[in-house]
């Protein structure tokens, strides 16, 4: 039977009496797509979502980008909002809050933190990386791993990546991998912050590892996985013991000629790891989402046909990926001489423009979810 006016009017009368503590606790245990829903149900609830104080108990979705840039032939790091250009920044950089440690370059971010960098010729180069919370303002100076040798110049030529899950633990990890004289991954350091310590683990495999930095790590069911230009998909524990291989959907699907690809680029779609293949001939873009660590675990989420022809038709074929967002079908990238963000709503098959990043020479943007319970100590 259909709710009847009087029952309406009822239920809405009841939802009016809820105070503001008990309407946030109750949004707190939705997942972030129906969280998002929730702001169109009144300007009252629209406001409580967005207030500040309530962004520690209510779950948060992909909020902006570290955009890296270059002036005057300096490296240079800033925010940008997911949304509206003219929305006040979440998070402003140079990051005051860290003394000495204002000008570091953003490495990763993983579940609201993020992995630094001090810039060459600092004082506080020696300890190689920070690990910080930009929305709460703490963080850590992580020690020196030992596998740097002599040479403080050569930190860079070291791929890290961050592994934290706040939902799991409150202690996050850095992946510092470290190649031999071929150029290919001879083990890992991996920091602890339970421990404070890193430990050096020997690869796994059996044979060479390639890492293939341009596409970034995702850290899921306690594991790191990473793409490698041998078209695989490595998954890696927190302690170093397990190298576990997962076939790729290109395996899977014996594509043929991989001269015309690239190795996946990895992220986080609703709660799975999601690995993004482009043929470079066709420009064709296929969404597989691994539900299952089987075999035959990946599912072909969507395949769009000639992307690089629906997202920047007017311009040059150019794009540069950047994720997936992770709560809703929109693909994120970078077009055009002036460094457009762009979102294709793979749903509707629309292009929707972002925010112009008003540069000619942004370098990479890494994705970043805000975290605003406390999880670090500061260090100082």
């Not at 860290?98 to 810039?119: K, T």
């Not at 293949?277 to 989402?289: H, I, Q």
């Amino acid at each position: 039977m259909a709710e009847q006016p009087r029952d309406k009017m009822a239920n809405t009368a009841a939802a009016t009496g809820l105070t503001d503590d008990l309407v946030v606790d109750i949004l707190s245990r939705l997942p972030v797509k129906s969280l998002c829903r929730c702001k169109c149900v009144s300007p009252h609830w629209r406001d409580l979502i967005s207030d500040p104080d309530h962004h520690r108990h209510l779950p948060q979705t992909l909020a902006g980008f570290f955009c890296k840039d270059f002036n005057n032939g300096r490296e240079v790091w800033r925010f940008a909002n997911l949304g509206e250009a003219r929305r006040p920044l979440l998070i402003s950089t140079p990051f005051t809050f860290m003394p000495g440690y204002e000008d570091v370059a953003v490495v990763d971010a993983c579940n609201g933190l993020l992995l630094c960098r001090p810039p060459k010729g600092s004082q506080h180069h020696i300890s190689r990386y920070v690990v910080c919370n930009p929305v709460t303002k703490s963080w850590v100076v992580l020690p020196d791993s030992g596998s740097h040798g002599d040479d403080a110049e050569d930190d860079e030529s070291f791929v890290a990546r961050l592994g934290f899950d706040p939902a799991v633990s409150p202690h996050f990890y850095v992946f510092e991998f470290v190649e031999n004289s071929y150029g290919t991954v001879a083990g890992v350091e991996i920091y602890s912050s339970e421990a404070g310590a890193w430990s050096y683990k020997e690869s796994q495999r059996n044979y060479e590892t390639d890492l293939f930095e341009f596409s970034p790590s995702v850290f899921v069911n306690g594991f790191l996985h990473f793409s490698t230009i041998q078209f695989e998909v490595v998954a890696l524990d927190v302690e170093g013991e397990s190298w576990w291989v997962l076939p790729t959907p290109e395996d899977a699907d014996d594509v043929g000629d991989r001269d015309n690809w690239d190795p996946g680029f990895l992220g986080r779609y609703q709660g799975h790891l999601c690995y993004m293949t482009l043929c470079y001939n066709e420009r064709d873009l296929s969404v597989w989402v691994l539900e299952d660590y089987d075999v035959d675990g990946w599912v072909l989420k969507v395949t769009v046909w000639q992307l690089a022809e629906k997202i920047s038709p007017r311009e040059s074929n150019y794009y540069q990926l950047i994720t997936i967002h992770p709560d809703c079908n929109w693909i994120l990238y970078v077009t055009g001489l002036e460094s457009m963000l762009m979102a294709y709503d793979m749903d509707h098959d629309e292009v929707h423009v972002i925010q112009n990043l008003g540069s000619r020479s942004v370098m990479s943007c890494i994705p970043y979810v805000p975290l605003y319970g406390k999880s670090l100590t500061d260090g100082n």
